[in-house]
């Protein structure tokens, strides 16, 4: 006569059943964030997956100046690019990077995302802790 051990066989089915979910918690996960990395890398103004034209963006908050970043200090913030001019600025970055990451991206916003039109970093303000550019509009017919 065979006996049957259904509290090993019951613990067996729960872990197939945990572990199962979990590889379909972490597909889900992983898809989500994909497609917040393709979200950004289309809205974000970007020049070589680079943002802010390689600016450093803290320098825009704490120096009031435009600063062009080091490639020595680079943050990648799912997959976009800042370039930092100074170690501590990366470590400020690191910290907080809501605070610094500029809102839309860097992208003058017009109303509708698909359009991204051309900015100068060189010329700024921040109003209300965002970032908002001067636009190099090229007028045809003058």
Do not use: C, W
Not at 27 to 35: R, T
Not at 48 to 66: E, H, I, M, R, T
Not at 71 to 97: G, P
Not at 129 to 138: A, M
């Amino acid at each position: 006569m065979r006996t049957i051990n259904f509290g090993m066989h019951l613990k067996t089915s729960v872990l197939t059943f945990l572990l199962f979910i979990l590889i379909n918690l972490n597909f889900l996960l992983s898809s989500a964030q994909s497609n917040q990395v393709s979200r950004r890398k289309t809205t974000f103004n970007l020049e070589n997956g680079v943002a802010l034209q390689g600016y450093d963006p803290v320098d825009y908050f704490d120096q009031q100046k435009s600063i062009k970043g080091n490639k020595s200090y680079i943050f990648n913030s799912e997959r976009v690019l800042y370039y930092l001019s100074i170690a501590l600025n990366l470590e400020k970055f690191k910290i907080k990077l809501p605070s610094f990451e500029p809102q839309n991206g860097g992208a003058y916003a017009m109303g509708d995302s698909s359009h991204k039109v051309e900015v100068d970093p060189e010329s700024f303000k921040i109003v209300n802790k965002n970032y908002i550019f001067s636009i190099i509009l090229i007028l045809s017919m003058l």
